[in-house]
């Protein structure tokens, strides 16, 4: 009987964990960050740049399912940036303005630079990054 029970009763599906990706500006300058990762839905890498954190403020700028993501983050300015040069794991193409769109390969289009960015993959629930001078 506790067969046919077991049979009779699936179980649910496993959900992705989701991982809350959370700056914190340990700074006395405001902060802009920028986020590439892959959404599910689309499967293609997505840029989100630019959020701003207030100085001593913390945000969260981001919830997905946990995988690899890359950040880059500098200080109003463009005085100070993280990661330092010695982390960057990939670079990426970043315009002046807030937006969120498909990462393309190649040559950056004009009013664009190319920047530095840190990739990690964060174990699922809150993931902060404290971003010091």
Known sequence: ????YAWACPVAA??????EIVFCN????????ALAHVPPNTG??????WQT???GG???????NTGLFYYYAEKEGRTFHWPGQAGVDKTFCVPSRAITREIVGGTCPAGE???????TVPNPGKYTINLTS
């Not at 293609?44 to 740049?49: D, E, R, S, V, Y």
């Not at 913390?58 to 997905?64: D, G, I």
């Open 113 to 119: 630079r190319n920047v530095g960015f840190k990739g």
């Open 44 to 49: 293609k890498w997505t840029l989100t740049a």
């Open 14 to 19: 496993q959900q992705p964990q989701q991982t």
């Open 26 to 33: 340990k700074t006395g300058s405001k902060i802009f960050t």
């Open 1 to 4: 009987m506790a067969a046919a």
């Open 53 to 55: 954190l207030p100085a």
């Open 58 to 64: 913390c945000k969260s700028v981001a919830r997905w």
